[in-house]
């Protein structure tokens, strides 16, 4: 459990000391008006839900990371349960989610 807390900590940029995992690999999809990134990372044997929202905002580009404590066996469910978990997010947030125009966020 401490390992799981360290992880998240370190992601979220609470301790330098312990480096995140890597995202195990990249998958895209247009959703709305956004474009979902499914990046779920290897924790052990697993892969943990993970990945961003972006949004094209003239020049600039509005990104929101996000991360979950779901686990799966395989990266291929784990992608799929990711994009998931990120069109909710974006049909939960609607347009409140790049409301502040903040060029990077947490969800």
């Known amino acids: 459990m401490t390992g799981f807390v360290s992880k998240i ?3 979220l940029g609470g301790n330098a000391s312990a480096a995140a ?14 474009t979902l ?16 929202i972006e949004k094209k905002d003239g020049e ?4 929101r990371q996000f ?8 990266e291929k469910e784990a992608v799929e349960f990711t994009l998931r ?13 790049f409301a502040d125009g903040e060029p990077d966020g947490r969800v």
Not at 38 to 52: E, H, K, T, V, W
Not at 67 to 74: L, P, Y
Request: proline content about 5%.
């Open 37 to 52: 990134v499914a990046q779920p990372m290897r924790d052990g044997n697993q892969f943990r839900i993970a990945g961003r």
């Open 60 to 63: 600039r580009i509005l990104v």
């Open 21 to 34: 995992p890597a995202p195990s690999s990249e998958s895209r999809e247009a959703y709305k008006d956004v």
């Open 85 to 97: 978990k990120a069109r909710q997010i974006v049909d939960q947030h609607g347009n409140t989610l």
């Open 67 to 74: 991360i979950r404590a779901d686990v799966f066996n395989g």
């Open 9 to 11: 900590l370190s992601f």
